[in-house]
Every structure is written in structure tokens, then in C-alpha cells.
């Protein structure tokens, strides 16, 4: 009969989190936004396309900004990134926002 081979177990809640450095809004929207936002795909508005921008932004920034993290349409909360954080969200929403004015 051959002997069963036990494996330790490891206790991954005790390991230290690793950090998340901050990315820039740009860095997130080149990342993550501009598959959308860059070619206008699923109805995104374009970046830096003031006309379709200035609807959204007489909204305000924090409804644009609650939109990018909980979704709005066809577009997923967080632009489908779940580790963005909500300071990486609102600093994308803000980078696109200032290039639409």
C-alpha cells in the first residue's frame, strides 16, 4: 500500500497585504478606460469629445464619478477593473473630465 503524502497547510490570512501603489487618473485611463472612452465603443463617450462629455459633466463630478465605480449602461462598475481603488476611479473620471472642457 503506498503512503499518502500530506502538504502543509498555509495560513494566508496571517501573510502581510501587499500594497497597491496609486495610480494617476492617467495611468488608469490609459489602462483600463481607453479601450472605451478612446474609440467610443458600447456608447462611451469619446475622450476629449466635448459636445458628448457636456451632458455628463452638468451631472457633477460626483454623480459621473458614482456612475465609474457602481456602472452605468453598458459600461461595468469600474470599468470592469474590480481592483481599482475609488481615489484611481474618481482621478480617471477627473483626468477625462478636464480634457473635455
Known amino acids: ?3 499518502l503524502k ?3 497547510v498555509v495560513a494566508f490570512a496571517l501573510l502581510p497585504a501587499v ?5 494617476s487618473g492617467e495611468q488608469v485611463f490609459k ?3 481607453s ?3 478612446g474609440t467610443g465603443m458600447m456608447g462611451a463617450p469619446k475622450f476629449g ?14 454623480t459621473l464619478v458614482q456612475h465609474a465605480l ?5 459600461m461595468p462598475a469600474r470599468g ?7 481615489g484611481e476611479v474618481k482621478a480617471a473620471v477627473e483626468y477625462m473630465v478636464s480634457h473635455a472642457k
Not at 457602481?70 to 453598458?74: A, D, E, V
Request: hydrophobic fraction near 40%; glycine fraction near 10%; charged fraction near 20%.
Open 19 to 23: 500594497s497597491h501603489a496609486e495610480m
Open 80 to 86: 470592469g477593473r474590480s481592483s481599482l481603488t475609488d
Open 70 to 74: 457602481h456602472g452605468i449602461r453598458q
Open 6 to 8: 500530506f502538504l502543509p
Open 49 to 62: 469629445d466635448k459636445a458628448a462629455w457636456a451632458p455628463r459633466i452638468a451631472q457633477g463630478e460626483a
Open 1 to 3: 500500500m503506498k503512503a
Open 35 to 37: 479601450m472605451c472612452h
Open 31 to 33: 489602462g483600463v478606460c
